[in-house]
């Protein structure tokens, strides 16, 4: 198992990762601060979901082509499904971590409220505020049905809420399916929010195989989804199975006899007998709110005049329904190789950065970006060829002969004139450069000497030049050149084993930040 080194790292110049948030079978979440993002902005912070095809050991060709096909296609459902109550996609990009391993990652939105999941284990939820979760879920998946996007994977812990708690989001559209789809249906998701074609074994009877996914899969996790939210009791006993009874504790709730019935409907075994549309669910659902308690225990029902309105969404701050660029991912040979040629790398560095001090300390991996396609060249037209009348070609008389010998005489006498003038020139600007040339003073004052701490090794005496690598302690330099608080340094010998990207020649400070002297002559 190999995990990314992304701890402490600052990714495409712009993300610096805070911590992880969690690791599936080959993926890692990461809290990310966005650096060049306003005070003011909601998306100060994001969530980088970043594909590891390495985190196994079984790892080939196709399974690695599988995984980033599914990688890319959770960013094409995201973008085609944009809604205020769907996690948006920010970015894409490919990257290298710390140990050169190459990886993609999608840049998402980050909801810190978490997920109805924890908030139902931490309160109870009234109806009231179960069922605004619920039309807020039923709006955008209602949304990602009508674009042709199946989620599979519906569960409270994939219902992600704004810092406020009042927006919910649907998130992790990593095994969602174009519904138009031809490829079999796959065992996905969670047993206990699973419909049975989705996990026939776990299912209490034979069900007749699906061939055709269609919204009604959704549905029925919905509806387990929402018994949590409802009863705050999870729907376990019921894994592939349909609800037929609620917990104790709210059989007596007015209500109870009404959700039942929408609930074990929309949980049957048969994906032909549940609610065909989340709209059809949510104005079920929706009659809930008709009910009233009244004081003297009798329940009164008046027919709403918002039961027959689809879900409506909520908008929270920050949403915005234009999608970033789609990305294209490869797979690593795809990375090496594009048309049999080795592809050029454009590195934008991924940057270590040092806690203590706060400062960028050294460069360590690379960010590769996907060289533009050659445009296409323009299709030529070929002709017959064209019969031209050319005049018979005349002999050129003796005059004409010694003409053209006197005039390529001419030119070879004017380009030795122009060469020997550009001679005179170099040697005249030779001599007056040598005011110049290096005093022989300095170059006698070249000494050595040793590092007596690790220095950057920067290209230029200035802290925001590019780093070249280490010069580690104990390392033996030989001074080229120094001003006031530089030195030009050859290393002649490292005091530790060399990094394959470390150079041998640049610029060091002279002292420390403590104030102390970086090398010492006196050894």
Request: aromatic share 6%; proline share 7%; with cysteine.
């Amino acid at each position: 198992m190999r995990e990314l080194s992304l701890k402490n790292c600052r990714l495409d110049k712009r993300f610096d990762i805070i911590e992880l948030l969690g690791r599936g079978s080959y993926a890692e979440i990461y809290l990310a601060r966005d650096t060049i993002a306003s005070p003011q902005s909601p998306h100060g912070e994001v969530v980088i979901k970043a594909l590891n095809v390495f985190m196994q050991n079984d790892l080939d060709q196709d399974l690695e082509r599988t995984l980033v096909e599914n990688f890319q296609n959770e960013a094409v459902a995201l973008d085609r499904v944009r809604h205020p109550n769907v996690v948006s996609r920010l970015g894409h990009g490919t990257a290298r971590d710390l140990r050169s391993t190459v990886f993609h990652y999608l840049v998402l939105e980050y909801l810190p409220g978490g997920d109805l999941a924890k908030l139902c284990r931490a309160k109870s939820l009234a109806l009231g505020g179960a069922l605004d979760y619920t039309e807020q879920v039923c709006a955008g998946l209602a949304h990602a049905h009508r674009h042709g996007v199946i989620h599979r994977d519906i569960k409270p812990q994939n219902l992600l809420l704004t810092k406020d708690l009042k927006t919910v989001k649907i998130a992790d559209f990593g095994v969602a399916r174009f519904s138009q789809s031809d490829t079999p249906i796959t065992r996905v998701g969670t047993n206990i929010y699973a419909p049975p074609e989705h996990s026939p074994l776990l299912a209490d009877d034979a069900a007749a195989p699906v061939s055709e996914l269609t919204p009604a899969a959704d549905i029925y996790s919905l509806a387990k989804s929402v018994y949590v939210l409802v009863t705050g009791e999870s729907p376990r006993f019921f894994s592939g199975r349909q609800i037929h009874e609620l917990p104790h504790a709210v059989r007596s709730e007015p209500w109870a006899g009404l959700f039942l019935d929408i609930i074990s409907r929309a949980t049957r075994q048969d994906p032909g007998d549940r609610h065909q549309s989340v709209e059809e669910f949510w104005q079920d659902l929706a009659r809930l709110k008709s009910i009233r308690e009244m004081p003297t225990g009798e329940v009164e029902t008046h027919v709403s005049a918002r039961s027959a309105q689809p879900p409506r969404a909520h908008v929270a701050r920050g949403y915005t329904p234009f999608a970033p660029q789609q990305p294209k991912f490869s797979t690593s040979r795809e990375l090496k190789y594009e048309g049999g040629q080795i592809v050029p790398k454009q590195p934008t560095p991924v940057i270590a950065i040092d806690e203590r001090a706060g400062i960028e300390t050294k460069h360590l991996a690379e960010h590769q970006r996907f060289p533009a396609m050659p445009a296409a060249r323009p299709q030529i037209a070929v002709t017959a060829p064209v019969d031209v009348y050319r005049p018979p070609e005349v002999q050129p008389a003796p005059y004409q002969k010694r003409k053209g010998r006197m005039t390529r005489r001419l030119l070879t006498v004017l380009i030795a004139l122009a060469v020997f003038s550009g001679l005179l020139y170099g040697t005249r600007l030779l001599l007056s450069g040598l005011t110049n040339l290096p005093s022989i003073s300095s170059v006698l004052s070249s000494r050595d000497g040793k590092a007596v701490r690790d220095i950057p090794l920067r290209a230029d005496s200035n802290v925001r030049s590019n780093q070249l690598g280490w010069v580690p302690s104990g390392s033996k330099v030989r001074i080229v050149s120094e001003n006031d608080t530089w030195f030009e340094v050859d290393v002649i010998e490292f005091g530790r084993e060399r990094e394959p990207d470390w150079q041998t020649h640049g610029w060091i400070a002279k002292k420390a930040k403590s104030g102390d002297d970086n090398v010492d002559f006196s050894r």
